[in-house]
């Protein structure tokens, strides 16, 4: 094969590579909307579903508090299905990402937990991403 020919073979490679990438990316497709309860004080089964629920737990020796994140609330837990999943959730302290859990359907369920020092931090927020239903938030004030 002469360099033309190489060049044309390569060039064909990537057109095809590339359009691959694309259509994996459509047949992918996560929605990143972010999601606002219709009534923040009355949640209906959807919102509950999506709206991460954020826990203390007691600090430890080290001043450590472990902060734990479960998608859902009100006994509903998010599923994770191949089509149907939690894909990730961070944890901001006063704005600050300090925190960040990628998840993968099936053998991930949307939970997450972080260990932070929280002197002086007076909100903690909590995000997660649902592949079909966008992005999700709760906050928790200290």
């Keep these: 094969m002469n360099r033309r020919e190489a060049l044309r073979v390569a060039g064909l490679a990537a057109v095809v590579a590339a359009v691959g990438a694309e259509a994996k990316m459509e047949e992918q497709y996560m929605n990143r909307l972010e999601m606002k309860p219709k009534n923040p004080k009355k949640l209906d ?45 961070e944890l901001y302290a006063d704005g600050k990402l300090v925190g960040k859990s990628t998840l993968e359907p099936e053998i991930s369920r949307g939970a997450a937990s972080f260990g932070l020092k929280l002197d002086n931090v007076k909100t903690l927020t909590a995000k997660s991403g649902c592949n079909l239903h966008g992005i999700w938030t709760a906050t928790h004030t200290l």
């Design 45 to 89: 089964k959807g919102e509950l579903k999506h709206t991460p629920l954020i826990t203390l737990k007691e600090k430890d020796s080290k001043g450590y508090t472990l902060v734990e994140i479960l998608i859902g609330q009100g006994g509903i837990v998010h599923p994770s299905t191949q089509d149907h999943w939690i894909d990730f959730i």
